[in-house]
């Protein structure tokens, strides 16, 4: 990973002494269903810390500071996530801290927002965002984020014109359907419907002989788990759908296809692709855990953006660092180039400027293989 350096730095980090641990506090699901979020949470700062730290660590106020990782399993359980969280800031001493799960951050927000710590929040959703709690920060894209992918199909695949989606029953689920709605209606698109569904069924066919009935080009898949989401799309093809798949969130297309098959799953779109001139940090990536998350890059981007505001501030004190994520002219370089911003007062449904704006890496499954195909993103994105 290549970041730019910190502007005015006239010695290299060995020659500095050295002061106090930058600890990183991880909470997150590292057992059960939901471990492959988890790690892919965990694991690229992991990375990340390793390359800072051989170079002498971070730099803030004249002294030189080893990255040092401190990961729990909260089991995406909201009473383990409030046990993990007290002891990495009380036991710990973190007074940064990542927490992956839409259904957790809120339950441990007030803890957060009463201690000095700045807690990014791999999360989805409404709710996970709050005014009231404004030690939070969202470092992914969400389904705002997302759907401006609308925008490209309608440059680049004008043959597809009516959307038909299949979302899970809370309150991601109910956002993404807001956000295909009004996007597709922004960029010239119809959406013919909106199947909702609860997180236990197995049995998508009623819904979408239902959304088939209308005929789409496409079906929007929102956020669903990789389970769901193959559940869908196998049970699609099987009702006769010929038509394109998109999934509206974070997943690895790649356990999709082993799930499905790479037949149904051809032409499978998704965001999160590798794009070209980037294989090193995969080959990276796998000779240090063995396997590749297409996932990663986006859930470990707090490490990055989280030294670059430490550099901004030159201080460790996390009241400093809020100040320089809040600025708005405070923007990070991005892994696979561009570059990053937080924002959100412009976004109804944020209410407060602690979203990551990034850019997208649209993939689709061809012949089995997940292959990128196209940048995109807001038209507010930093130039």
């Not at 990973?1 to 699901?29: F, H, R």
């Not at 791999?122 to 939070?136: S, Y």
């Amino acid at each position: 990973m290549v970041y730019a350096p910190q502007e005015g730095a006239t010695q290299q980090p060995s020659a500095l002494p050295l002061g106090k641990p930058l600890k990183i506090g991880v909470a997150a699901p590292l057992s059960g269903p939901a471990v492959p979020w988890g790690n892919a949470t965990l694991r690229p700062v992991q990375l990340y810390a390793e390359e800072i730290n051989a170079k002498g660590g971070v730099v803030a106020a004249g002294e030189r500071h080893v990255i040092e990782v401190i990961a729990y399993d909260h089991k995406y359980r909201t009473d383990e996530a409030a046990t993990v969280m007290r002891r990495l800031i009380m036991s710990d001493k973190c007074n940064y801290v990542a927490v992956l799960g839409g259904g957790v951050i809120p339950a441990i927000a007030g803890m957060i927002q009463d201690n000095p710590v700045l807690c990014f929040g791999t999360a989805f959703g409404l709710g996970v965002l709050n005014p009231k709690f404004d030690h939070i920060f969202i470092p992914i894209s969400q389904p705002v984020e997302f759907t401006y992918v609308w925008k490209w199909f309608a440059e680049n695949r004008p043959d597809i014109k009516k959307v038909a989606m299949v979302a899970v029953n809370d309150n991601v689920g109910r956002m993404s359907g807001t956000m295909v709605e009004r996007r597709t209606k922004e960029f010239g698109q119809t959406c013919l419907g909106v199947e909702y569904y609860e997180r236990d069924i197995t049995d998508f066919t009623a819904a979408l002989s239902r959304l088939l009935a209308k005929k789409p080009d496409i079906i929007d898949l929102d956020g669903s788990p990789a389970g769901s989401a193959a559940l869908i799309l196998k049970q699609g093809r099987e009702l006769g759908f010929k038509g394109d798949f998109i999934h509206g969130g974070h997943t690895d297309p790649s356990v999709i296809v082993k799930m499905v098959g790479p037949e149904k799953a051809e032409g499978f779109y998704s965001s999160n692709a590798l794009p070209p001139g980037y294989e090193w940090y995969q080959k990276k990536y796998i000779a240090k855990f063995g396997e590749w998350d297409n996932m990663a890059p986006a859930f470990g981007r707090y490490g990055p953006i989280l030294v670059q505001a430490i550099k901004k501030a030159d201080s460790l004190d996390p009241e400093k660092v809020k100040k320089v994520l809040e600025s708005p002219d405070f923007v990070w370089d991005e892994m696979f180039g561009g570059r990053g911003k937080f924002y959100g007062k412009e976004e109804p449904l944020y209410g407060i400027s602690h979203q990551a704006l990034v850019p997208e890496y649209l993939g689709q499954v061809r012949k089995g293989k997940f292959e990128f195909v196209s940048k995109y993103g807001s038209p507010l994105l930093p130039k």
